[in-house]
């Protein structure tokens, strides 16, 4: 009955231990700014003037369909990196009208966004990131790069990303692309 007790309280220190370096030690290690969702806005934040806009650097699909171009669009702007962030990746997977194609599933939504203060920047979306993917490496290359590029090009703040998925790390959204750890830009990519 007593090595039962010690097994039992040996797991639980093993989970305690777990729990504290999963929440506690681990992202303060990584630099992971608390809760920033960019979705509310502090309660003392100034409301930016209405219809203020910037000009940022978005990504659609090349006319070729294996690269991405450039496009320079007016997007609202956000007060702060974590909401011009916010507006930025908004703008990039909203619906766009020909000639352009978005590289992003169509459905997809953005959950949330944090930044790191080493400027790594986590990106949740929806499941349709995942679900509505067409595969292939290519385009998987162009979906993952689409959103890189549009945070690191227009937000010096931001030095790599990482997409995320339900509020979840995923390994790939089709099986060709590694994201178990922040991209840095990569313009190889763009037209």
Known sequence: MGRRWLVVGAIALVAG?????????????????????????????????????????????????TRLTGV??????GEGTVAQANEIVAAQIAPVAEPF?????????????????RG????????????????????????????VNALTENLPAVHAVQLLVDGKEVDTIAGHVDLRRPLEKNLTWIQ
């Open 17 to 65: 231990v777990l729990v504290w370096l999963m929440f506690i030690a681990l992202p303060r290690r990584y630099g992971a700014t608390a809760a920033k969702a960019v979705s509310a806005a502090p309660a003392n934040a100034p409301a930016p003037p209405a219809g203020r806009k910037i000009k940022a650097r978005l990504f659609y699909v090349a006319e070729d369909g």
């Open 72 to 77: 320079e669009r007016e997007i609202a702007y």
């Open 101 to 117: 194609v978005s590289a992003v599933p169509p459905g997809t939504t953005l959950r949330a966004l944090f930044i790191s203060d």
């Open 120 to 147: 790594d920047a986590y990106v949740d979306f929806s499941r349709d990131m995942i679900a509505a993917h067409p595969g292939g490496s290519t385009t998987e290359l162009l979906t993952v790069y689409t959103i």
